[in-house]
């Protein structure tokens, strides 16, 4: 998904439904990093997506790096959702691996 500087709930919920529509996927990495796109808003947008949503059965990995990234981990970790932040890629990558033992 290149979200282009922009990343609001309808192109968030749009990437997961195609991702969702394969049922081989055990789960889902997203990685952003970057200067233009904020941070902040990929995670509110991920946050709306889930919630539009409703459920998804997959374990959802976050790592958001760059502006306001650390208010883009607080957002995921406070959304009261299944989703897990990580601050590194290795660490999301463990984290993905870690979910799928």
């Known amino acids: 998904l290149d979200v282009g500087g922009t990343a609001d709930a309808k ?11 394969d049922k081989n996927v055990k789960a889902i990495l997203v990685n952003i990093f970057g200067g233009i ?6 995670a509110e947008g991920i946050v709306q997506a889930y919630k539009n949503i409703g459920s998804i059965n997959v374990p959802i990995i976050v790592r958001l790096q760059g502006t306001n990234a650390t208010e883009a981990k607080a957002i995921i970790d406070n959304s009261g959702l299944q989703v897990i932040s990580a601050i590194s890629l290795q660490s999301a990558a463990d984290k993905v691996k870690n979910v799928l033992v």
């Open 11 to 21: 192109r968030v919920e749009s990437a997961f439904r195609i991702i969702l529509d």
């Open 37 to 42: 796109v904020r941070c902040d808003r990929v």
